[in-house]
């Protein structure tokens, strides 16, 4: 599956902003899907996953209660609506799937990347 994500931008803090991430091929529905995030200098780190029917979802402890994640496997298309952005959650975005069934967390579980989209939020 071929992944395109979009979405990104300058946005104050407080801020909201919905990334979305476009997958090619009629078998996205199957996939497990993430966002993972890099701040400059940093390593590339788990923000999200939700399986592949949308029932099931996790998150990393710092964007519970601002980020949700969703999909809607008719458009082929995973979302990531981010509320009450904070300088932290400055980074380029990256959606990923996998085609391990789970709430899977790390980075080298997944497959497949889109080629992330800049978020920058500030103070």
């Known amino acids: 599956v071929q992944l395109q994500a979009s979405g990104g931008g300058l946005v104050q803090a407080g801020g909201s902003l919905r990334l979305s991430c476009a997958g090619s091929?009629?078998?996205?529905?199957?996939?497990?899907m993430g966002w993972f995030r890099q701040a400059p200098g940093k390593a590339r780190e788990f923000v999200a996953t939700?399986?592949?029917?949308?029932?099931?979802?996790y998150y990393t402890d710092s964007v519970k209660g601002r980020f949700t994640i969703a999909r809607d496997n008719a458009k082929n298309t995973l979302y990531l609506q981010m509320n009450n952005l904070k300088s932290g959650d400055t980074a380029v975005y990256y959606c990923?799937?996998?085609?391990?069934?789970?709430?899977?967390?790390?980075?080298?579980?997944?497959?497949?990347w889109g080629q992330g989209t800049q978020v920058t939020v500030s103070s």
């Open positions: 990923a799937a996998s085609g391990v069934v789970g709430l899977l967390r790390k980075k080298d579980e997944y497959v497949y």
């Open positions: 091929g009629r078998t996205f529905s199957a996939y497990t």
């Open positions: 939700i399986s592949w029917s949308g029932s099931t979802t």
